[in-house]
């Protein structure tokens, strides 16, 4: 999969920027733009993406609302940031890893445990959350946002394609890919840490489960 160029915290690389051209890093810190971020996320799981203003991120902030419209100019950009924020998680933090791998098998072994990992992160949860909630983008910013969703969905699909090669697998590579994914993103839904499952047992358990089934 040919990686993306976008950094850690979300900040424009020219290709977004062309997107959004009023967003630049400027003399915003990592760490500010990583707060809004979190903060938005939180706010519009708790109350609705159409529900929660600028007002509201501002106030849970403690900013002013110009202060808020110094970093973003609209809640567009930041639910675009926080979707490509996501997107750059997966890339540093499944993607990179698995491509070093060379054994087929252990490639996508190590990507679900990575994936779940990412689902649990503790840290980027409302993030990543975000990405698989069905709000609305402007039409190019969707576009950029499906394309990236779109490039590592292939990535998935070729991991499993090569395993089951030679395999006579009865499961389609896509059919296996979408069952994955829908399983690791659904985790959100109704993980709770700390009761029946930890996050080690719950990825053996998902790998066990889909190996047993994907690749039969």
Do not use: C
């Amino acid at each position: 999969m040919k990686a993306v160029n976008h950094n850690q915290t979300g900040v424009a690389t020219p290709d977004t920027a062309s997107l959004l051209p009023g967003l630049t890093d400027g003399a915003v810190t990592g760490g500010s733009r990583f707060e809004i971020l979190r903060t938005s996320a939180r706010l519009f799981q708790q109350q609705g993406y159409d529900a929660t203003s600028m007002s509201d991120v501002a106030r849970a902030l403690g900013l002013s609302k110009g202060g808020l419209y110094h970093h973003f100019k609209s809640k567009d950009e930041i639910l675009f940031s926080l979707m490509n924020h996501a997107l750059d998680i997966t890339q540093e933090r499944v993607i990179g890893p698995v491509e070093k791998i060379a054994d087929a098998e252990a490639r996508l072994r190590a990507l679900i445990r990575l994936h779940i990992e990412v689902v649990l992160s503790i840290r980027d949860r409302e993030i990543s959350v975000m990405l698989h909630e069905n709000h609305p983008l402007p039409p190019p910013l969707r576009k950029h946002i499906n394309k990236r969703k779109k490039e590592y969905v292939r990535f998935v699909e070729g991991l499993i394609a090569d395993v089951q090669r030679g395999s006579g697998a009865k499961v389609t590579p896509r059919a296996a890919t979408f069952a994955l994914l829908g399983m690791i993103n659904w985790i959100h839904q109704w993980y709770k840490p700390g009761k029946s499952l930890d996050g080690e047992q719950l990825t053996q358990q998902y790998t066990e489960l889909f190996f047993a089934g994907a690749f039969q």
